[in-house]
């Protein structure tokens, strides 16, 4: 795959070059790679599609600036060397881009890059057939500069525009591998480090192929159930039922023990390029999960990632999916399974999360989990803090207990939810299942009354967001019948 090279973190001397096909051999006009700026600071660079042709999904991007050329060569935009030349001008420190790189254009036709490479960070491209250009990381706004400079052809023809950003997902973390499977897991793997969740120490864990780690038990579940009600802790980035079988799918990786992140061990699993049941591949999911040790902060304590690169499948087949969509969608979040859940805000709700709507084609920017992100400027890589024990902004959520009717079909809902650190919360209930229409006098109070339908079983969802932090929310079900 062409983003491996990145995402192994190359050491050494790189040399690539890339070649143009005969149809489009012609003396190559001289690049300014100069930035351009936007209204404000432009956090990421934007790339033509020349050709309109496919791009293999797991590359990377950069915040960075708008790329100014006159002239952009169709070939690049299939080569590893597009990123590098994205990065070329690229001064931040923070982004440990190589520094000296140097592009040859000297030979017509070719393009050559040489690099010393230290510290190569993923890549991601994503395409916009306009400037909805990201020019803040994790805000869309409009842009504005000159498109039409960056383009390779007729200024009144159609084109798609693209951009590299920052992949989340952090390079390593694939020492280790699973078999291909459906449903399966790891036996108990070391962490590398004591961990302290929600009042348990935990020094091994579980590597579950469907997208999440647990500790007590191996989890085959494939339908993600409610968090709130497990009754058991897990850490899931992604629940949902993946399949690696197929043959585009990678397999589950991990490493414990010989990584580390700013100089802090780390665990990680990575769930890149992963397929979805019944050993489809036709959409690949790329996400990580991280613990990092932070014992400088007190003993137990750790920090914890959610990286996503790539989400375009939230459910599989038997889970009432059709391609990858609807049904019961994957849910995002960690729990002890009793009273103590975050999950992300979307977690569980069909289609929000991925990258783009199935129906209509528009990337999901305001919620889609590549786009967004938690304590990082980073879009796609949501961390957690634990200390002592708790994660900071864990939400207690309870909708009652389960009711049945009686003569009539309204009833009184006794919900719950607060923040045990204080901060303030806002709730709204939902249908999750009814036969009928469900009338609420108020679905964004805590104990609102309902009209259900008196025949079969309504579930209802309260879910509790954090005002402060609108990225975590908890949820729980209720049923009456």
Not at 121 to 131: F, I, V, W
Not at 152 to 159: K, M
Not at 438 to 463: A, C, K, Q, R, Y
Request: proline share 7%.
């Amino acid at each position: 795959m062409p983003g491996a090279l990145l995402e192994r973190g190359t050491r050494g001397k790189g040399r690539m070059t890339a070649g143009i096909g005969s149809a489009s051999r012609r003396r190559i006009s001289p690049c300014r790679w100069d930035p351009v700026l936007t209204t404000g600071r432009i956090s990421n660079d934007i790339l033509p599609n020349p050709a309109a042709r496919r791009w293999p999904p797991s590359f990377s991007s950069i915040p960075g600036w708008l790329l100014s050329c006159e002239m952009f060569p169709a070939f690049l935009i299939k080569s590893v060397g597009l990123g590098l030349l994205a990065v070329a001008r690229l001064s931040s420190a923070e982004l440990a881009v190589p520094s000296d790189l140097t592009v040859d254009m000297s030979v017509p036709g070719e393009v050559n890059l040489a690099w010393t490479a230290a510290n190569l960070r993923p890549y991601q491209l994503e395409g916009s057939m306009d400037l909805l250009t990201w020019a803040k990381v994790g805000v869309p706004v409009v842009g504005s500069g000159a498109p039409v400079s960056m383009v390779d052809g007729p200024v009144s023809a159609a084109r798609k525009f693209y951009r590299l950003r920052v992949g989340a997902v952090r390079p390593g973390f694939d020492r280790y591998s699973t078999q291909r499977n459906d449903d399966e897991s790891s036996g108990l793997v070391p962490i590398g480090f004591p961990i302290s969740l929600f009042g348990r120490t935990e020094t091994h864990c579980y590597i579950n192929n469907n997208g999440n780690i647990t500790f007590d038990r191996q989890l085959i579940d494939w339908t993600p159930n409610p968090l709130q009600n497990l009754g058991f802790t897990i850490i899931a980035p992604f629940w949902a039922d993946v399949d690696t079988r197929p043959a585009k799918s990678d397999v589950v990786r991990y490493s414990y023990s010989s990584e580390t992140v700013d100089g802090h061990p780390a665990f990680g699993v990575n769930w890149m390029n992963v397929g979805y049941y019944s050993s489809r591949d036709d959409k690949l999911n790329s996400f990580q999960l991280i613990l990092i040790e932070r014992s400088d902060t007190g003993a137990g304590n750790y920090d914890m990632e959610f990286n996503y690169n790539q989400v375009l499948w939230e459910t599989g087949d038997v889970s009432g999916g059709v391609n990858g969509y609807g049904g019961s969608p994957s849910r995002s979040g960690l729990t002890n399974g009793i009273d103590r859940t975050v999950e992300l805000a979307g977690s569980s709700s069909p289609t929000i999360q991925l990258d783009a709507n199935p129906a209509t084609g528009q990337p999901n920017l305001l919620t889609g989990l590549i786009y967004r992100s938690r304590n990082s400027n980073i879009p796609g890589r949501y961390m957690f803090q634990v200390r002592g024990g708790s994660v900071l902004g864990a939400l207690a959520v309870n909708a009652g207990p389960n009711q049945t009717l009686g003569q009539g079909s309204t009833i009184a809902l006794d919900g719950s939810a607060s923040d045990p650190g204080g901060g303030a919360v806002t709730v709204r209930w939902s249908v999750r299942k009814a036969s009928g229409v469900v009338t609420f006098s108020d679905p964004d109070i805590l104990n609102p009354t309902v009209i259900v339908p008196t025949i079969g079983v309504t579930e209802l969802m309260l879910t509790a967001t954090s005002v402060s932090d609108p990225n975590v929310s908890a949820s729980d079900i209720v049923q009456i019948k």
